[in-house]
């Protein structure tokens, strides 16, 4: 490695731990990932596995920043960030919590993440991820909308979180078609763009139908070979159609981005097209990069 | 056991087997179980398994009809006995599957399930159960619920099943309150009657909120310390209350007979009478039994 690393980005999540080695110029030397993501570790396993990652580039002689976000700043991660409440902007480094290192190489800080006191709801990570949006999109004022395992909902405006939502969509897929009666009927893979559009327009319209059609992805298959991948776009249709009936307040007549890995965020996508609602589409990944950046280059008033 | 089992009634489900040894008169002589559910069975291990439980019983030079219900008749069971299709009397003897068996002291018979093309939906066991109610209360005109894993509601009229739907109520609610996020948020037992029924009537008057809603329940445990058992309760209201919104065209203006255990019946009972439906209680299990007893008290014309 010639160029020198001047700070460290990290995105610490529950699964995984990502960092960016950064020079001094915001851009990026080498980016690196490990399995030692919060769910897998004691409080004193973190600068263990942050060491086992980046030990090698740390200049002797000096504290390397490291800016991280995610769930390392919940209660059960290193060391607790409490939320910012909104509406706030996204936190910086002024907000971030300075986390003591037995490494005199490292100066650990974590970002905070925001909650919200009524409806109760809480964000760890996605708060940097919508800062990043921002960051390259100042001004914006509409909704920022994150799809994944638990999709976030958030309404943006004069560069606040005004309020947000948490819809366990990406659970409830996960669950549903690999661990319930369901599973014999959904297949791993495939789609069926009609099948998608048509559930998400049946729940949208019927909410109150979704836990009756559910059992009809089993029963279609038992009497009627009801293919696995329409099976799969169906249920996907269904718990997206239920998403956007429930956050409708927030993509009536708005504008919304969409954060999320191409994969994630297409049917997201599609679904938000048929109801005329015009769509942005950002990478998470790099939207939580450009976050940290955001919150690296503030003043660190500690 | 000084008599003699003059025949077997059998409930072969997915998750459990269980016999009850009947006398001449309609008398049981014993219940017995085993976990030797379909799901657990090759095609070839339900002789053993059933041998394994009854076969000390059986008189030599004579076969002892088994009349069985349940998984056993399935696809992936013993044999296959195909479903009958609605609008049907839940089937009895003459519909029965007869199934070959190496052992001759075994007569062994399967009532099929029951279908319903459009919407595609299934019973296997639930039908029997119905038999056996309808045996008890002839003439009944209404609905008859069966919570449970896979929650039925079936419209009886004249002695028949006209239509049905089923509700995937109770695998949802083990499938999050025991493997989602919210298992760290509700607890394995505790109830509160409150939280309940606020839960059911907030669903039902705007179902669309549900998907919103669920994570709540996280996000009050951590900013709000919501209790565990409210947790519980609410989400039971949630899950119940969505299938009471998608199943109203059943209940709505009908009187509704709830087969199920006490502690599965009661907050659907709770709920329904909250509506002013007349309800009325059956314990699950004496129906499956009544149910065989009335189709083994058919004429089996095989």
Chains 1, 2 share one sequence.
């Not at 960030?81 to 003591?100: E, S």
């Not at 763009?193 to 139908?209: K, L, N, Q, W, Y």
């Amino acid at each position: 490695m010639t160029t020198a690393v001047t700070w460290i980005a990290a995105d610490w999540g529950t699964s995984h731990l990502r960092v960016w080695l950064m020079d001094g110029a915001g851009g990026v030397i080498e980016r690196r990932a490990s399995a030692d993501g919060m769910g897998t570790l004691a409080q004193d396993g973190f600068e263990p596995a942050l060491l086992k990652l980046v030990g090698d580039v740390l200049p002797e002689g000096q504290s390397t920043p490291v800016m991280i976000c995610g769930m390392a700043g919940s209660r059960q991660g290193w060391a607790e960030a409490p939320y910012a409440t909104v509406p706030c902007t996204p936190p910086a480094a002024a907000q971030a919590r300075l986390v003591g290192t037995s490494d005199p190489r490292l100066r650990v800080r974590i970002l905070p993440g925001v909650k919200q006191e009524h409806p109760a709801d809480v964000m760890r990570g996605e708060e940097t991820q919508i800062a990043g949006f921002l960051s390259l999109n100042p001004g914006y004022d509409g909704i920022i909308c994150l799809p994944g395992t638990h999709s976030k909902w958030a309404h943006i405006s004069a560069g606040e979180i005004v309020s947000f939502r948490t819809f366990m969509t990406g659970e409830l897929f996960a669950l549903l078609s690999g661990q319930s009666v369901l599973r014999h009927s959904v297949a791993a893979s495939g789609w069926d763009e009609g099948a998608f559009a048509e559930a998400v327009d049946t729940v949208m319209s019927r909410p109150e139908r979704l836990a009756a059609d559910l059992f009809g992805l089993r029963a279609g298959a038992l009497l009627h070979d009801l293919d696995g991948a329409t099976a799969r776009a169906r249920l996907s249709g269904m718990l997206i159609g239920a998403e956007l009936a429930a956050a409708k307040p927030y993509w009536l007549g708005q504008q919304v981005a969409l954060l999320g890995a191409t994969s994630v965020a297409a049917p997201y996508r599609a679904a938000l097209m048929a109801q005329s609602v015009p769509v942005t589409l950002a990478d998470a990944e790099r939207m939580t990069l450009e976050g940290l950046k955001a919150a690296q280059a503030t003043k660190d008033t500690k």
